[in-house]
């Protein structure tokens, strides 16, 4: 059963729990990147209240972060290392939290809706293999608990890419 994060009567961070545990079954047996990845867009997608936009930018042979299975209104294509949000997380190898979009230089914007983003690397063998990038329509809408706990996501989506 699916759930909206702040629907279920269980803590933020117990809830991240039950979700992720709901990952590893779709996820199980499945060796398929685009299947596990669309899952998992869907996945979040039900989960997180107040979101316009989540989904995954892969990581290219040119070094380019290329759109991949995602939720919400069509997206940027291609993102180079370094530029935006999406390409700074996957060039520095770390989580950026921007609780107002405007106001980080360089910011992409894909959607005029998203105030606030989240964007953790997916990292695997130290290695960069793309981003999960989330959008919301309101400011500073993420929180640690979020940040701790789509880092924990990511780290078990990526034993399945």
Known sequence: MLFKVESYSKSKEENYFLLI???RSLLEGETNQVANLSNAS???NQFLDRINWVGFY????????????????????????GKGVCGTA??????IRVPDVHQFPGHIA?????????????????????VLDIDSPE???????????????????SQYL
């Open 90 to 95: 996957a060039e520095s190898m770390a989580t």
């Open 21 to 23: 545990k709901q990952l």
């Open 110 to 130: 894909c959607d005029a809706a998203s105030r606030s983003e989240i964007v953790v690397p997916i990292l695997k063998d130290g290695e960069v293999l793309g």
């Open 42 to 44: 869907a996945l979040l």
């Open 58 to 81: 892969i990581l290219d042979d040119n070094g380019e972060l290329v759109l991949g299975p995602f939720q919400g209104l069509p997206a940027c294509v291609r993102i180079p290392l």
């Open 139 to 157: 400011l500073n809408r993420f929180d640690d608990t979020d940040e701790k706990m789509l880092e924990e996501f990511v780290k078990v989506l």
